[in-house]
Antibody, heavy 125, light 110 residues
């Protein structure tokens, strides 16, 4: 079945780095634009970043720009989020999510129809 | 402070109709589509409504969406206990060059 599985979360000290992974299965991963969305404990959803289906286009929320890097390896059906200079404000559940339509580059007209179960990142000394 | 404004909570009794509002601006809701997500306790969000008023396959027609100007709303009729969840509106924002979400509305079925 169509599935996204995140991993790589954990407890990390402020200022350190962490890389999250999201493995896709059950669909042609290389055809879909992907997002990372996070949710701080007890808070709402916050969009973090997107990457186009071929990796040629990326963009980030202002809160993470310059610190986080989204990438993908279509040969491994895997999406990544490299996070550096982490602060307590980055503590959250991180979800990867798929755009609901294949082979599109403009994501504003499309929703996120498949979500992973999330991986928890805690930034604490 | 979220870019899109939702009421923190709404409630209703089984069978009732409730609406959840989402207020934005000309750089987001007015100029693009609105999407709604449902997040049941302890689970990942689920796409509930896309392009203002379109339901994905499997979403009951008790759920409906609308948009007017810089505001949108989600209506749930024939309220059921399993509708108890957090609901989020979302849209792209031209000035922020990305997605913005509302702060979420907790629906309680009394």
């Amino acid at each position: 079945q169509v599935q996204l599985v995140e991993s790589g979360g954990g407890v990390v000290q402020p200022g350190r780095s962490l890389r999250l992974s999201c493995v896709a299965s059950g669909f042609t991963f290389s055809n879909y634009l992907m997002h990372w969305v996070r949710q701080a404990p007890g808070k709402g959803l916050e969009w973090v970043a997107f990457i186009s289906y071929d990796g040629s286009e990326k963009d980030y929320a202002d809160s993470v720009k310059g610190r986080f890097t989204i990438s993908r390896d279509n040969s491994k059906n895997t999406l990544y989020l490299q996070m550096k200079s982490l602060t307590a404000e980055d503590t959250a559940m991180y979800y990867c999510a798929r755009l609901d339509t294949a082979m599109v580059t403009s994501f504003c007209n499309y929703g996120m129809d498949v979500w992973g179960q999330g991986t928890t990142v805690t930034v604490s000394s | 402070q979220s870019v899109l404004t939702q009421p923190p909570s709404v409630s209703g009794t089984p069978g009732q109709r409730v609406t959840i509002s989402c207020s934005g601006s000309s750089s987001n809701i007015r100029s693009t589509y609105v999407f709604w997500y449902q997040q049941l306790p302890g689970t990942a969000p689920k796409l509930l409504m896309y392009r203002n008023d379109q339901r994905p396959s499997g979403v009951p027609d008790r759920f409906s969406g609308s948009k007017s100007g810089t505001s949108a709303s989600l209506a749930i009729s024939g309220l059921r206990s399993e509708d108890e969840a957090d609901y989020y509106c979302a849209a792209c924002d031209d000035s922020l060059s990305g997605w913005v979400f509302g702060g979420g509305t907790k629906l309680t079925v009394l």
